[in-house]
């Protein structure tokens, strides 16, 4: 079973992993598998559901929505994500003629809006920036955060994939807390390791979102010579402690004092399983250290 982690002082508890929602159209469910699935994954302890607007072309928000109009008692049981900030060329989006952000007051409520309405919700559990605008006022996104939190749309807010230094100059702006920033990383991509993320987080007492934690799937399927080191070194642990390498991985992200939480793009019910499981493995210090060399090439100064 899956724990339920408090990601800041202020915030929300979600569970410490999530169902990540970006492929839902991909699975070809029908509407009684996904509210199948959505079962499945809160009886392992799974309550999170992480969204955005652009997901599955604009779609994926209001499959999930359906789920919620015909099991409507599922929603006080879970908590609902979503990203906005990101425009899309999509026929959905006629207005848009090439792919941008927009973190402007209108285009963040009316996103919100369309969001709810497609999640059959009244609110968001957590809203997060998508991506960092270069256009970005930072005065005008913490008014409309704080707007939205005010009319109980949101419930709490956070960011996604940005620097510590705008991280920092949005929270300067806000009179409530950012409560995550949702980063990439993997054994394949160390960045939040060593460019300040994570001690921001530990600093702030905000636990961030992981996403891609396989790396998009390379870490199985790549062939470069990190890779195959990286593979190499996971597969010698996972015979150590007689789990799967996927599990490794993420008991090896489990390991770091940020207190992650992870978000799984899997419909697959038996990698959710296993994932649920991997929640139970202690790495040990050098154990961890063993993949970080695998993935750096050498061994720390």
Not at 100 to 114: D, G
Not at 145 to 168: P, R
Not at 235 to 253: C, G, N, P, R
Request: aromatic share 8%; proline share 4%.
């Amino acid at each position: 079973m899956v724990n339920k982690i408090k990601i800041h002082p202020d915030g929300p508890k979600i569970s410490e992993l999530s169902a990540g929602m970006m492929r839902l159209n991909n699975w070809d469910f029908s509407l009684s598998e996904r509210v199948d699935f959505v079962l499945f994954c809160m009886e392992q302890g799974i309550t999170t559901f992480d969204h955005a607007d652009i997901y599955g072309g604009y779609a994926n928000e209001q499959l999930f929505g359906e789920v919620l109009s015909e099991q409507p008692n599922l929603r006080e049981n879970m908590e609902i994500v979503s990203k906005c900030g990101i425009c899309l060329v999509n026929d959905k989006r006629p207005e848009n003629h090439i792919k941008h952000y927009n973190t402007t007051e209108e285009y963040i409520f009316n996103s919100v809006e369309r969001s709810l309405k497609n999640l059959q919700t009244d609110y968001l559990d957590l809203l997060l920036i998508h991506r960092p605008d270069p256009l970005m006022d930072y005065t005008e996104l913490a008014d409309t955060l704080m707007k939205l939190k005010m009319d109980e749309k949101i419930l709490h807010a956070g960011v996604s994939n940005f620097s510590v230094s705008q991280f920092d100059a949005l929270q300067s702006k806000l009179d409530m807390p950012l409560v995550t920033n949702q980063v990439q990383w993997s054994p394949l991509h160390l960045d939040p390791l060593f460019d300040g993320t994570f001690d921001q987080a530990q600093q702030v007492n905000a636990s961030p979102m992981i996403w891609s934690p396989y790396a998009g799937g390379n870490i199985f399927h790549d062939h470069s010579e990190r890779t195959n080191r990286i593979r190499s070194t996971l597969h010698k642990l996972s015979e150590k402690y007689s789990a799967a390498v996927d599990q490794i991985i993420l008991a090896w992200l489990k390991r770091h004092p940020v207190n992650a939480v992870i978000i799984l793009g899997t419909g697959n019910r038996d990698r959710i399983a296993g994932a649920v499981d991997a929640m139970e493995i202690e790495l040990s210090r050098q154990d961890w250290f063993k993949i970080l060399k695998a993935s750096q090439g050498f061994d720390v100064p």
